[in-house]
């Protein structure tokens, strides 16, 4: 048979690259795959060989064959390539039947390339102080400073993130504010993050895939995220996630076909039914902070938006393996969120050259038991200046926002916030 039906599945790794403790090479065994519910365009047979060119002194006009850049098994060149695992997926959530996303393949796409923290409190009744601040049955750990909560208001699904567990009061201080105070229902959001300060550059693991149908198998070890991009697909969150990977094969003889994908129970994010949110006023950016964040909210009128994160990876050469490479490292990263306005906002008319940041919430619906998705910026600076209206078209003035990540420092409580989402510039949460 020669169609194309195919899946992409992955695993997470124990160690970087999954090496045979007997044979030193890359090895599937012990892996435990879960198949993606992916689309099937990008799902390709990807990498290239890595060669050394011969340029040898000839006698004539001919070439010599390249060399490859690999390693020996039984007297035998051992096949490597290396090269970019790209796949696209929606953001459907987990849904009511489990608590985190520790086996899903939602946590291990967006584990291999930033951290995460589960709440210790996943759900609580609260009573509603103002929308900055609730009095918790349950109060939130410290640990849970930086991750994001969600509540439903007036039927839509709001956002906000906790800057401080206790307030000094036993109260839990949240920024940017909720529309109101009349939420009782107060979930946590699993939150993925860019980690900061002593942090910077961790994530939780690097993963393997495997590409598979009728009649051809390929195998990719040590994928670390590159980047990733969210859209809107009629109103559906689309996540393009792209990976580097440090060896890939192939195993065509032992092909099986394709798997069949492991769906979540939860719900598709939608831009309806929620905000687009800026905070009122500047947080605590390039100096750190005395007291939690708790600012004002400003719900713009976005139609549309767009993000782009991108990772500098950075490998951590060696001659041990057939890696090349003992892991890579996350030099540096990229935020860039673009918003487009329907109805222009005179309130940040000055952000760009007075050097305003502002928190940047997108919440989407719905919220509830395993559902809700939202992405933050908390401290975000603009990149272009919001007077200059979009006028492109022949309806309505329009309003384009790009904002990129600046430092955050609004977050409060003590040291071991960092070593979670606290003061994390970037931050990606679901529902549990």
């Not at 956002?159 to 229902?185: E, H, K, L, R, V």
């Not at 994530?203 to 149908?213: C, D, H």
């Not at 007077?387 to 329009?398: L, Q």
């Not at 309003?399 to 990606?428: C, H, K, M, V, W």
């Amino acid at each position: 048979m020669a169609v194309t039906h195919r899946s992409l599945s992955i695993a997470v790794e124990s160690s970087f690259g999954s090496l045979s403790a007997t044979t030193g090479l890359p090895s599937a065994s012990g892996l435990t795959y879960t198949s993606i519910p992916c689309e099937r365009d990008p799902i390709v047979i990807a990498g290239e060989p890595v060669v050394s060119e011969r340029n040898d002194a000839r006698d004539g006009s001919y070439f010599v064959p390249s060399e490859p850049d690999t390693v020996y098994s039984s007297g035998s060149r051992v096949r490597r390539r290396t090269g970019q695992i790209v796949c696209r997926v929606d953001l459907t959530t987990i849904g009511s039947a489990a608590d985190n996303y520790t086996t899903n393949y939602l946590g291990l796409l967006l584990g291999a390339g930033l951290k995460t923290k589960l709440p210790s409190v996943i759900i609580d009744t609260v009573t509603g102080v103002s929308g900055n601040d609730y009095t918790p049955n349950r109060a939130p750990a410290v640990a849970d400073i930086g991750t994001l909560i969600s509540t439903t208001i007036a039927g839509r699904a709001e956002y906000s993130a906790i800057t401080d567990n206790d307030g000094g009061t036993g109260n839990t201080i949240c920024s940017p504010a909720f529309s109101g105070n009349s939420y009782t229902a107060l979930r946590g959001l699993q939150t993925w993050y860019t980690p900061s300060r002593t942090q910077t550059g961790n994530f939780e693991s690097s993963v393997a895939f495997i590409i598979e149908g009728v009649n051809f198998k390929t195998l990719a070890f040590g994928c670390v995220l590159e980047s990733l991009s969210i859209s809107l697909d009629n109103g559906r969150l689309m996540a393009d996630f792209t990976y580097q990977s440090a060896y890939i094969t192939d195993d065509h003889a032992n092909a099986s076909g394709p798997t069949e994908p492991s769906y979540n129970t939860g719900a598709a994010p939608l831009f309806r039914g929620s905000y687009v949110v800026l905070s009122s006023a500047s947080p605590s950016s390039l100096s750190n902070a005395s007291s939690p964040d708790a600012l004002g909210r400003i719900a713009l009128d976005c139609e549309d938006f767009s993000l782009t994160y991108t990772n500098t990876l950075t490998p951590l050469g060696h001659s041990n393996s057939i890696l090349a490479m003992s892991g890579m490292e996350i030099s540096d990263v990229a935020v860039e969120l673009s918003l487009t306005i329907s109805t222009v906002n005179t309130a940040i008319k000055d952000d760009f050259f007075n050097r305003t940041v502002r928190q940047v919430l997108v919440g989407t619906g719905p919220q509830g038991d395993g559902q809700g998705c939202a992405i933050m910026l908390p401290a975000a600076m603009l990149t272009n200046d919001p007077n200059v209206y979009d006028i492109s078209g022949n309806d309505i003035v329009r309003q384009n926002l790009t904002y990129q990540q600046s430092r955050y420092a609004g977050d409060f409580g003590t040291s071991s916030y960092e070593d979670n989402a606290g003061n994390s510039p970037f931050r990606i949460a679901l529902g549990v």
